[in-house]
T-cell receptor, first 114, second 113 residues
Framework: GNSVTQMEGPVTLSEEAFLTINCTYT??????LFWYVQYPGEGLQLLLK?????DKGSNKGFEATYRKETTSFHLEKGSVQVSDSAVYFC?????????????FGDGTTLTVKP | DGGITQSPKYLFRKEGQNVTLSCEQN?????MYWYRQDPGQGLRLIYY???????QKGDIAEGYSVSREKKESFPLTVTSAQKNPTAFYLC????????????FGPGTRLLVL
């Protein structure tokens, strides 16, 4: 079956530091890949996505590239801010015979200190 | 404006009691999902529905029930058979037809008295 493995947290960084959160996946088909962000006490919201190999998703200074050869979709940001503190989830959706379900990683908690 | 509403924000359950969590959407999305989130863990799928009057069990359906009588609504009942219901419950929707994004509601936190 499908699975998503995220780097374990929590991750604590100083403001303006470089961020990488690793994500690797296993899927039987040709999945789309997503990063969602969850702020305290809220639901998840889409941060970025990529639908095919070599696509780069980007939003709000965050980037991730769909690497089929390494089955990875690592999240990066060049300079984090305190407001980026949240939980980040990597996810995949593979709707070929999968009845519309998505698979989520366990989440990585990021804390950015001023 | 369009979106997903979940109510209540906090819900308290007594021993042996069934409680129902509401999820309403006006995005005109076909598919709806219920997830459970425990502290420090990812999302686990409880039930999902791709069309009205049809739904399927997810990975942790035991102790839960759902209905999908209207496209806009997908209520989740936590029954007394669910022995450890304390968690954050998230409802999500998706536009059918491809690998689209899931849109999430603000969540309901269920606590046991």
């Amino acid at each position: 079956g499908n699975s998503v493995t995220q780097m374990e947290g929590p991750v604590t960084l100083s403001e303006e530091a470089f961020l990488t959160i690793n994500c690797t996946y296993t899927a039987t088909g040709y999945p789309s890949l997503f990063w969602y962000v969850q702020y305290p006490g809220e639901g998840l919201q889409l941060l970025l996505k990529a639908t095919k190999a070599d696509d780069k998703g980007s939003n709000k200074g965050f980037e991730a590239t769909y690497r089929k050869e390494t089955t990875s979709f690592h999240l990066e940001k060049g300079s984090v801010q305190v407001s980026d503190s949240a939980v980040y989830f990597c996810a995949l959706s593979d709707y070929s015979g999968n009845a519309g379900k998505s698979t989520f990683g366990d989440g990585t908690t990021l804390t950015v200190k001023p | 404006d369009g979106g997903i509403t979940q109510s209540p924000k906090y819900l308290f359950r007594k021993e042996g009691q069934n409680v129902t969590l509401s999820c309403e959407q006006n995005l005109n999305h076909d598919a709806m999902y219920w997830y459970r989130q425990d502290p420090g863990q990812g999302l686990r799928l409880i039930y999902y529905s791709q069309i009205v009057n049809d739904f399927q069990k997810g990975d942790i359906a035991e102790g839960y029930s759902v209905s999908r009588e209207k496209k806009e609504s997908f209520p989740l009942t936590v029954t007394s058979a669910q022995k450890n219901p304390t968690a954050f419950y998230l409802c999500a929707t998706r536009l059918a037809g491809g690998p689209e994004t899931q849109y999430f509601g603000p969540g309901t936190r269920l606590l046991v008295l």
